[in-house]
């Protein structure tokens, strides 16, 4: 159980003022003025005091204070967000900023220590919720990556619920590499809380992190209508560099649900197709690769 000792700066009545501040006060209209912001979902978060993961696709940095703009407020104030340690507290003052601006928690996304799942457990044992992008780092091309299971292994420990969060539009408003976002239309969708009880007996293996992984994957993509590509976006982007290629979405294909059934998803992609999720069996093939990947969360 959390101490009040475990309070950290992001915490702080007046960091929590500022953050209110920066995003509302400079942020909000900003993002109003150019991509006219719509919310829906919120009635999934009725009743929800905390705490909450919300698990999102990630493709700009207008993702986070878009979520945490979009949030009813009794959530809204006691929402933080993992952030990446080697990009944005790659100095002491850039990581100041981003914590008391917008909450941001360092988490190495190659390496999750033992130190930063106990203080985030801990955050969420205070009540507090937690933006997490699974994906790991923002999208090459618009498509939703491979999660990473990190996700898995914070929501077993926790036990808390996992609110899939769909993000439209930003790719085309705001993507990697700009630094001001052009006029459009973007929106998020905030789905039900996903609960996994039927997980917790017995010590998870990479399998069961790899199923739970994907049934939060599956569930955002039905939310964005994103074609899946069943590839870590870090290691597109390592191949990209190096001169190949991305890789082509397998049509049908997306993440795999762990009872290996292909549910109709309901929403379009945006190839026009609507996708499937694919076969257990993909599953069994990921393992190896899934547990070579295990720290990387």
């Known amino acids: 159980m959390a101490r009040d000792g475990d309070r950290i700066v ?12 920066f995003i509302h006060g400079a942020l909000r209209p900003i993002i109003k003025h150019y991509v006219h912001p719509k919310v829906t979902g919120l009635e999934n978060l009725a009743g929800h005091k905390g705490p909450l993961i919300l698990a999102a696709n ?6 986070t204070p878009l979520v945490l703009d979009s949030l009813p407020w009794e959530l809204r104030h006691k929402t933080l967000v993992a952030a990446a340690t ?18 941001a928690v360092p988490m190495d996304r190659r390496s999750v220590s033992k130190q930063t799942m106990d203080k985030v457990e801990s955050l969420l044992a205070q009540g507090w919720c937690l933006v997490i992008y699974p994906e790991g780092s923002r999208t090459l091309d618009g498509r939703l990556y491979r999660g990473k299971t990190g996700i898995a292994r914070l929501a077993l420990s926790s036990s808390v619920p996992v609110v899939p969060v769909g993000i439209v539009g930003t790719y085309h408003a705001m993507p990697a590499g700009r630094s001001w976002p052009v006029y459009g239309q973007v929106e998020v969708r905030f789905g039900k809380p996903l609960t996994f009880e039927r997980y917790t007996l017995g010590v998870p293996n990479q399998l069961v992190l790899r199923a739970i992984t994907d049934q939060i994957m599956y569930e955002i993509m039905a939310l964005t209508g994103q074609t899946y590509v069943d590839e870590y976006v870090t290691r597109a982007k390592a ?16 993440p795999v649900l762990d009872d ?11 190839n026009g197709t609507v ?10 093939t990921d393992t190896d690769l899934d547990a070579r990947d295990a720290s990387s969360g």
């Open 239 to 254: 191949r990209l560099s190096r001169g190949h290629a991305p890789l082509e979405a397998v049509p049908g294909s997306g």
């Open 58 to 63: 990630h493709s700009s940095h207008m993702d």
């Open 86 to 103: 080697d990009y944005f507290f790659s100095s002491r003052v850039l990581g100041m900023f981003v914590s008391v601006a917008v909450g």
């Open 275 to 284: 996708p499937d999720i694919g076969t257990a069996a993909q599953q069994a």
């Open 260 to 270: 290996g059934a292909v549910p109709d998803m309901g929403t379009v992609a945006d």
């Open 10 to 21: 992001q915490q702080a009545i007046g960091a929590k003022l500022a953050r209110g501040l």
